[in-house]
């Protein structure tokens, strides 16, 4: 399950995942920001990730296509539980330029706060 919020101009945009992300789910997420993209450069992103199970084939396909749209992020907060894989020092490397960092749930006004 995928939850969006934050689109409008001046919000962050919030990416919420939950469970098993699908190529649908990525697809929703990279129209998103390609919306936002329009109405603000650079970009921040809140991810918040919750009993994460996984990819599906295809989803991780359709993320590799996203990733030419990670060059407008400019800060990107990682707000998760325990399901998800720690911050992997490989993403920042393969987004080079944008500032990342890692949250643990209880710390989400926090993430927000720094993305502001």
Do not use: C
Not at 9 to 24: M, R
Not at 64 to 93: C, M, P, Q, Y
């Amino acid at each position: 399950m995928l939850e969006i919020k934050g689109e409008q101009h001046g919000e962050i945009l919030e990416v919420t995942t939950e469970g098993t992300a699908t190529q649908e789910d990525l697809q929703r997420f990279e129209e998103a920001l390609k919306a936002k993209k329009l109405q603000q450069d650079p970009i921040n992103i809140l991810f918040i990730f919750k009993n994460i199970d996984g990819n599906t084939p295809k989803a991780m396909l359709q993320g590799w296509k996203i990733a030419t749209h990670l060059k407008n992020i400019k800060r990107s907060a990682i707000v998760a539980d325990d399901t998800f894989v720690g911050l992997n020092e490989k993403i920042e490397k393969l987004i080079p330029g944008v500032e990342i960092r890692q949250y643990p749930l209880e710390e989400l006004e926090t993430a927000r706060e720094w993305l502001r």
